[in-house]
């Protein structure tokens, strides 16, 4: 009676997929950003609850309509940056056809447009703080005007840092020799800080202007 010989085992290899450690600390990082604004969220509620005739007085000073045009720029902003993520995805750096063939773009292209739109929302930013200081709403005229700047202040700079960020991306595009992971990977990890920034811009707007 014949018995039947096992057949040698084959070893099986099992590859992990390690996450990427630049994404991963700027996912950290960003982290501990919410947490700062978490604060000045903290502050705003609390000098509201304070000095609510303060609120009632200033607020009608701020002007909605512009603010809220002013906000659909970002929000406009992030899709384009998005769009500029997939096209550093597909490794594609520049259009591949005319300017007015949008569905040809690259990641230069609109990130281009993310930049220009990000300098447009500081710009209305700027405009908006003339228009209330001509009004006398000021960093030290009343504890509205102090959280105001002080929360619309550190996210300005926040979308400034963003706009340096863009910068970057696009001068690495630009001198490098094959544009490959590395520079897809910076593609990401900016385009994370700035929905961060559109996302933190999107509830400030909310409590400063909704929640009269």
């Not at 705003?44 to 009608?60: E, I, K, Q």
Request: charged content about 10%; overall charge neutral; hydrophobic content about 50%.
């Amino acid at each position: 009676m014949s018995t039947a010989t096992a057949a040698p085992s084959t070893p099986v290899h099992v590859s992990v997929n390690r996450p990427n450690p630049v994404s991963v600390g700027t996912i950290v990082w960003l982290a501990s950003e919410l947490m700062f604004f978490a604060g000045l969220f903290a502050m705003y509620f609390t000098l509201r609850a304070t000095v609510p005739d303060d609120w009632a007085a200033s607020t009608p000073t701020l002007n909605l309509p512009f603010a809220a045009t002013n906000t659909t720029v970002l929000v406009l902003s992030s899709v384009t940056c998005q769009m500029g993520v997939w096209a550093a995805e597909r490794f594609q750096p520049r259009r591949a056809g005319p300017l007015w063939a949008v569905n040809r773009w690259g990641m230069n292209e609109w990130m281009t447009l993310t930049y220009i739109m990000g300098s447009v929302f500081v710009a209305g930013q700027m405009f908006e703080y003339a228009e209330l200081i001509d009004q006398g709403v000021t960093i030290s005229s009343s504890p509205f005007g102090s959280v105001f700047y002080l929360t619309t202040g550190f996210h300005a700079l926040h979308v400034v840092g963003g706009l340096i960020a863009f910068l970057f991306l696009l001068g690495r595009s630009f001198t490098a020799k094959r544009f490959g992971h590395h520079e897809a990977t910076t593609a990401i990890v900016v385009s994370y800080y700035w929905h961060f920034v559109d996302v933190v811009w999107i509830a400030l707007f909310a409590v400063i202007y909704l929640i009269r």
